[in-house]
């Protein structure tokens, strides 16, 4: 029994006092089984077993992007090598070089400009520094920067 002051619950929202429900125990899921419409699987599928067990007692996979594994690893070697020749993956393997867009490498110019070395100031600087980079961001930058510039005079 709640006490009620001035037609209100004490103690209660409104909204919690007008709804009486209780919350109910929740129900297990019924799961269904599949159609299968292949005889032959019908006949060797064990409903005691998940879909995943049975498929793979029939030697079938339920996800075509699960990777099986190679029976040897000569095969796999192999495979590997054809891929890459395939691909033309460069012998070092790292990333290329990123050039900065001509729009950072304005502000970064400016920066080199105005501050020379100081990167501290360059970060503090919110006209000249619009994207806000760090003080190791724009050391980094600044270094491609310069080294693109080389690049180009030689």
Not at 85 to 101: A, C, F, M, Q, Y
Not at 114 to 136: E, I, V, W
Request: proline share 5%; with cysteine; net charge positive.
């Amino acid at each position: 029994y709640q006490r009620r002051v001035h037609g209100r619950f004490m103690g209660r929202s409104r909204r919690r006092a007008k709804s009486a429900s209780r919350p109910c125990a929740k129900k297990p899921k019924k799961h269904k089984m599949p159609i299968i419409t292949n005889e032959s699987l019908r006949r060797r599928w064990d409903r005691t077993k998940s879909l995943r067990h049975n498929m793979a007692a029939v030697g079938l996979l339920v996800d075509a992007n699960e990777v099986v594994a190679p029976t040897d690893a000569a095969t796999h070697q192999a495979e590997l090598a054809q891929l890459a020749t395939e691909l033309e993956v460069p012998e070092d393997g790292g990333p290329r070089d990123i050039v900065p867009s001509e729009a950072e490498s304005l502000c970064l110019r400016d920066l080199v400009k105005k501050y020379g070395d100081d990167y501290r100031s360059m970060a503090h600087d919110r006209k000249l520094n619009p994207y806000q980079h760090t003080k190791g961001v724009l050391k980094k930058k600044i270094a491609k920067y310069l080294e693109v510039l080389q690049r180009r005079d030689q």
